[in-house]
């Protein structure tokens, strides 16, 4: 089991890596996509929140009611935004082999069962969703 100083080391980007900016652009076109549909989902969201608090006194305009029937409706596609997003990213730790047990620690979860079954699921979920069913 390696010791600290060799997880610090690997998180550390190494010298000639790409910058964060830089990374997103090497990034998958779906994964490019569905972090920009996110973020602007997410700050469509926080301007909804910040409208609501204190009814207007805030400065921001208060939310019309079909504005808080579109934040509604974000939730389940962001869901499926995010459920792709960590799919792709188990799909690379395990090509750069990385075993289910430690996908399960940096999931916060207590066995690669329970690692691998989600993953299982998320994929499945996809899959449904693609196919129309879900």
């Not at 089991?1 to 998958?28: I, K, V």
């Not at 962001?78 to 395990?94: F, G, S, T």
Request: proline fraction near 4%; charge should be negative; include cysteine.
């Amino acid at each position: 089991m390696p010791d600290d100083t060799e997880t610090t080391a690997r998180r550390r980007p190494l010298a000639g890596q790409p910058s964060a900016e830089d990374a997103s652009a090497s990034l998958p076109p779906t994964a490019c996509a569905l972090t920009e549909g996110l973020q602007q989902d997410v700050a469509f969201l926080n301007r909804l929140l910040a409208s609501t608090t204190g009814s207007g006194e805030t400065g921001h305009p208060k939310a019309s009611d079909e504005d808080v029937a579109a934040a509604l409706s974000l939730f389940e596609d962001m869901r499926a935004a995010l459920d792709r997003l960590e799919v792709q990213v188990v799909i690379e730790a395990r090509r750069r082999g990385m075993e289910w047990r430690e996908v399960a620690g940096h999931q916060g979860m207590k066995s690669s069962q329970a690692a691998s079954q989600r993953y299982q699921r998320l994929v499945t979920r996809l899959e449904e969703i693609r196919q129309g069913i879900r």
